[in-house]
Nanobody, 117 residues
Framework: QVQVAESGGGLVQPGGSLRLSCTASGRLDRPNSMGWYRQAPGKQRELVAAMSSVGVINYVDSVKGRFIISRDNAKNTVYLQMNSLKVEDTAVYYC???????????WGQGTQVTVSS
């Protein structure tokens, strides 16, 4: 079993920054992917950014140039640096750990990010 825990959400003004962290623990293996998804009220959950254990990165177009994903493989931790935040970035942000070997997904409980003046 794998446990996923996020931290770092909160309230920020438009144009501000936040950093999210997510750590996976338990029966981890490689290759794997760790990524961030978000779900706003009334909308479907969408991929924000993901990074594999070998360094492959994907971003949704709406955050390119503003958000940066990084990871520390030794700590099984992935970070999402969010800059130039917009009101439309408001959502619950979820971290997902994917075992690419077994095609299994594990989700965190989510952390609220609110961008408002």
């Amino acid at each position: 079993q794998v446990q996923v825990a996020e931290s770092g959400g909160g309230l920020v003004q438009p144009g501000g920054s936040l950093r999210l962290s997510c750590t996976a623990s338990g029966r981890l293996d490689r290759p794997n992917s760790m990524g961030w998804y978000r779900q706003a009220p009334g909308k479907q959950r969408e991929l924000v950014a993901a990074m594999s254990s070998v360094g492959v990165i994907n971003y949704v177009d709406s955050v390119k140039g503003r958000f940066i994903i990084s990871r520390d493989n030794a700590k099984n931790t992935v970070y999402l640096q969010m800059n130039s935040l917009k009101v439309e970035d408001t959502a619950v942000y979820y971290c997902k750990y994917t075992s690419l070997l077994w095609s299994l997904d594990y989700w965190g409980q989510g952390t609220q990010v609110t961008v408002s003046s």
